[in-house]
């Protein structure tokens, strides 16, 4: 009797869709990405380089722990596909593993999905402000959470994404608190006017209002005026540095005491603006 090929590398072959199952703690499929892959799949096939990955789960199903998407768009075709088991141990490894074809990478939102999803409290508490202030994106609410050195604007926490990504995130009740309260005040800048939303929701953005909030010398009443009165309104400029630069000059425009300022930030600014003046590389 001739020996599977497949069998012996624990990958098989099947257009049999009915024994497979999705992981709720998985992230939740992607129309447009399904849409890329059955193009792929019509021009090249299905890759048995690449199987989809399951272990098998106590009801007999194969449990879909890397590869849905391209599970999802054979099965739209109606072709066979490649899968290999796995070993219930390997599962939790495999399912935010990035490789192969079809793959995309998941999205901060999507990895946020799948902790809640598996209970981990810090990271509904995590979810539970972002939900509360839709202008944050989750590097945003990283920042209010964790904070950022006043001087350097620079994350207090190392590996702060690392450990996003690991699940590994610790939020205890007074950090969850102060970030509610900077929500707050960010909030009575950024839905003042329409346009000053879609700015909002990036994180640079967030970073300046929220290095200005620390300050010393900020006032949340003046801000509010001169971002109501200002014909301009808030500007992004290409890196985070030159947003809060543009932020300060227009809040310090017009007074001489209890002025904003950011050295270390603006230091290097003001030293690749002369590199630049004298023809040099900045």
């Known amino acids: ?129 972002m939900r509360s202030y839709k202008f944050l994106s989750v590097n945003s609410t990283l920042t209010l959470i964790y904070g950022l050195d006043a001087d350097s604007g620079r994350s207090l926490v190392k590996d702060l994404q690392k450990r996003f990504k690991e699940g590994t995130l610790e939020i205890n009740k007074k950090q969850l608190q102060a970030a509610f309260t900077l929500a707050e005040k960010i909030s009575q800048v950024v839905e003042r006017r329409k346009e000053h939303r879609a700015i909002a929701k990036r994180p640079s953005f967030i970073r300046c209002l929220y290095l200005m909030l620390q300050h010393p010398n900020f006032d949340m009443v003046r801000f509010r005026d001169v971002i109501d009165n200002s014909k301009s309104g808030l500007r992004l400029g290409t890196k985070w540095q030159e947003t809060l630069e543009g932020l300060v000059l227009l809040y310090n425009d017009g007074i001489k005491k209890n002025r904003l300022d950011f050295p270390v930030i603006f230091k290097p600014l003001a030293k690749a603006r002369q590199r630049l003046h004298h023809g040099l590389q900045p």
């Open 1 to 129: 009797m001739a020996v599977d090929p497949y069998e012996e590398i624990r990958i098989y072959k099947t257009n049999d869709f009915s024994k497979f199952s999705f992981v709720k703690e998985n992230r939740p499929v992607n129309v447009e990405h399904v849409e890329n892959i059955k193009t792929k799949i019509k021009d090249n096939g299905f890759s048995k380089h690449y199987p989809i990955r399951v272990v098998e789960n106590a009801d007999g199903k194969l449990a879909i722990i890397s590869g849905q998407h391209r599970f999802t768009a054979s099965e739209a075709l109606k072709t066979h596909f490649y899968y290999t088991l796995l070993k219930p141990e390997e599962a939790g490894e495999n399912i935010l593993s990035e490789h192969n074809g079809g793959y995309r990478e998941w999205s901060n939102t999507e990895r946020l999905h799948r902790f809640i999803t598996l209970g981990n409290k810090n990271y509904k508490m995590f979810g539970d402000l």
